[in-house]
């Protein structure tokens, strides 16, 4: 999965969708210590990322990486 850096948390959104494109410009705005790392759901690293989320399940919300590689979905994530 590669080592994400200390306190880097990485948001896997939907790359496709509108409206997750303005919900993560508002979350990437108020990201002032920079540590959120947008990832789409659909590249080769989301999909790396998620490799433990179900292929059907990937798209049904936002999630969450932390530096330690655990994934959080949709309201844990949040």
């Known amino acids: 999965m590669g080592n994400l850096g200390e306190g880097t948390l ?5 790359a496709h969708c509108g409206f997750c ?3 993560l410009a ?7 210590a920079k540590r959120l790392d947008p ?3 659909q ?8 490799i ?7 798209l049904e ?10 994934v959080r979905s949709g309201g844990a994530a949040v």
């Open 10 to 14: 990485v948001v896997l959104y939907d």
């Open 26 to 32: 508002t979350l990437l705005t108020w990201d002032r």
């Open 43 to 50: 590249s080769t690293r989301g999909g790396e990322l998620l």
């Open 39 to 41: 990832v789409g759901i």
């Open 52 to 58: 433990d989320v179900e292929r059907q399940d990937r």
């Open 61 to 70: 919300s936002w999630h969450l990486v932390d530096g330690a590689g655990v």
């Open 21 to 23: 494109a303005v919900m």
